[in-house]
Each structure stands twice: as structure tokens, then as C-alpha cells.
């Protein structure tokens, strides 16, 4: 089976920054595209950045130029940079990821635990 468990959330003004991290417990040998998403009260899930193996990247519109998806596929770690943040990235921020062999755990979806990130204005 494969963990995620992600972590750096909190509480800061608008324009400050904040940096996720989401950490993969698995094979060693097992690597994955990894995303997030985040959740705010009353709204559904949306997508917020994905970065593949080969180290390519999509993010929403809404926080182009402003966040930094990244990663250490050594220690299978996904990273979110968020800068400029606004109190609208006000949010459970989760990680993703997408298990399509049987040789690193369950086919299908694993998400994290989600963790809170709050801008005030």
C-alpha cells in the first residue's frame, strides 16, 4: 500500500508564502506523477498542481505564477511552493497520487490526510 502524509500547513497574511510537503511511503522503487488539491468549506475539490516523473508541471489558472510544484523523486517527496497567497487559497490542501501497477501496492487513487491552510486578509 502506499501513504501519503502531507505537512507545512498553517496560518499566515495575505502575500505571505507557505511550503507543502507530501511524503510517499512506499517500494523504493515505486515512483509516481503526484498532484494537489484543495478543498474550502461549502466548495468541491479542485486541482491545484501535478508534476510528473519527468519533471513536468500543470497548475491551475488561479494560482499560476504564484505557486512551485517540485520534487525529490530520491526520498519521494512532492513539494508546493505557495507564494503570493491570497485569502481566497484559504483551503484543506491535499496530496494525490495514482498507483496504476499491482508491483507498488492497490491499483487506483491515494490521497493524504489533507492539511490546513489559512490567509488571512
Known amino acids: 500500500q502506499v501513504q501519503l502524509v502531507e505537512s507545512g500547513g498553517g496560518s499566515v497574511q495575505a502575500t505571505g508564502s507557505l511550503r507543502l510537503s507530501c511524503a510517499a511511503s512506499?517500494?523504493?522503487?515505486?515512483?509516481?506523477?503526484m498532484s494537489w488539491y484543495r478543498q474550502a468549506p461549502g466548495k468541491a475539490r479542485e486541482f491545484v498542481s501535478g508534476?510528473?516523473?519527468?519533471?513536468?508541471?500543470t497548475y491551475a489558472d488561479s494560482v499560476k505564477g504564484r505557486f512551485t510544484i517540485s520534487q525529490n523523486n530520491a526520498k519521494n517527496t512532492v513539494y508546493l511552493q505557495m507564494d503570493s497567497l491570497k485569502p481566497e487559497d484559504t483551503a484543506m490542501y491535499y496530496c494525490?497520487?495514482?498507483?496504476?501497477?499491482?508491483?507498488?501496492?492497490?491499483?487506483?487513487?491515494?490521497w493524504g490526510q489533507g492539511t490546513q491552510v489559512t490567509v488571512s486578509s
Open positions: 508534476i510528473h516523473l519527468d519533471g513536468s508541471t
Open positions: 494525490k497520487t495514482v498507483v496504476t501497477t499491482i508491483f507498488c501496492g492497490r491499483k487506483g487513487d491515494y
Open positions: 512506499t517500494y523504493t522503487y515505486c515512483k509516481f506523477d
